[in-house]
């Protein structure tokens, strides 16, 4: 059984607002903010990685958590943005931390990576294999991002939130659903860097390592799998949305946001929202988002809360977590 015992969040300090982007490709803040919610995002320096911004979250779990780097067993560290495709960037995270003893790995999925990430972390000690776990959804998606594409580079910024776990007598994860469907991964990719498309002068040409999205088809989807993960895992833990104190869905857009609140019957008020402040950070929203929730004193002893996610895989999930 496990528990988390504390939280951190990270954000570079530059900021994007939705004017300058009026400067940088044809649109406008008012076509951004109509139609997604978000007002300005965090962009990194150049040079720094994924393991940077999630070593900045990761001091102030471990702060929060009152356990040293060298306590943790094992590193998880959620990103579609690593410092290399290998190492992992949980490796780097480890050098960066001291963290001497722990096992290190990374989990891909997307926008759903910090929700995939947290089961795991979950599981491995509900299983009896570790004690302390640290989970990060870290991103650097101004990388992967096209400039000069108006209908992607509006929505993405770059952070990373941290969470520490640890064994306890009481489960605080009381139930998660995770999904999925490959048959959809066009929708949503970055097609070159890969075994597929190396990287070449031709992937570089055709823009190949940005990505790509079929935002409207996404839309559908996004709210009917969220709709369904929550659902799923609510049932999962013999609860039903009466129960939940606050609802955190992935902040791709406030659009998709209320649709998911709406057909859930949960009324806005329930429901945390910081898309405004930082666009879509894929991995790192959620967990900023459950971060920020905790410090604004949205989640208290007993809150049940409820992690909502989907991205590119595609991939869904939903972890119910009755707070300790
Ligand atoms: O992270 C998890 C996965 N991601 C998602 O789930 C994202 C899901 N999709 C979305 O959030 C929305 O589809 C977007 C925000 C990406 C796009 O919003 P939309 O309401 O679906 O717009 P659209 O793509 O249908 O475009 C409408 C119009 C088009 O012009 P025409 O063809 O109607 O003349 C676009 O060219 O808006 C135009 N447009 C823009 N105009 C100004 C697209 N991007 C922009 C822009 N500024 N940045």
């Known amino acids: 059984m496990a528990k988390i015992i504390g939280l951190g969040k990270y954000v570079p300090e530059k900021v994007l607002t939705n004017f300058d982007l009026e400067k940088i490709v044809d649109t406008s803040d008012e076509w951004i903010t109509t139609r997604t919610g978000i007002k300005e995002r965090h962009i990194a320096h150049k040079g720094v990685g994924a393991s940077h911004l999630a070593y900045e ?59 995939y990430a947290l089961t795991t972390g979950w599981q491995f000690i509900k299983s009896g294999l570790y004690k302390n776990v640290l989970v990060v959804g870290s991103e650097v998606l101004s990388t992967i991002t096209d400039w000069s594409d108006r209908s992607t580079c509006v929505l993405f910024g770059d952070g990373a939130g941290a969470a520490v776990l640890t064994k306890s007598n009481k489960d605080n994860f ?73 609802l955190i869905p992935h902040q791709a857009n406030d659009r998709i946001i209320s649709a998911v609140a709406e057909r859930l019957n949960l009324p806005r ?55 300790g």
């Not at 659903?177 to 597929?196: H, K, M, Q, T």
């Not at 559908?220 to 039903?240: D, F, N, P, Q, Y």
Request: glycine share 10%; with cysteine.
């Open 174 to 246: 009381l139930s998660a659903y995770l999904g999925g469907d490959g048959n959809e991964a066009e929708l949503l990719i970055v097609p070159g860097g890969g075994s597929r498309h190396p990287a070449s002068e031709e992937t570089v040409k055709n823009k190949l390592h940005f990505i790509k999205m079929r935002g409207n088809e996404l839309f559908r989807i996004a709210v009917r799998v969220m709709v369904k993960a929550a659902k799923s895992a609510l049932a999962k833990a013999e609860l039903g949305i009466e129960d939940v104190d606050l």
């Open 57 to 115: 979250a990761s001091k102030i779990a471990f702060k929060r958590a009152g356990l040293h780097a060298g306590d943790i067993d094992l590193i998880i560290v959620a990103t579609i943005t690593p410092d290399t495709s290998f190492p992992s960037t949980a490796c780097y995270l480890q050098s960066l931390l001291k963290a001497n003893k722990a096992a290190c790995f990374d989990v891909s999925a997307a926008c759903a990576g910090f929700v």
């Open 269 to 323: 008020e329930k429901v945390y929202v910081n898309i405004t402040r930082y666009g879509n950070m894929s991995s790192a929203s959620s967990a900023v988002a459950l971060c920020e929730a905790y410090e604004e004193g949205k989640i208290k002893k007993d809150s049940v809360v409820v992690l909502d996610a989907f991205g590119g895989g595609l991939v869904w999930g939903s972890i119910v977590i009755k707070w």
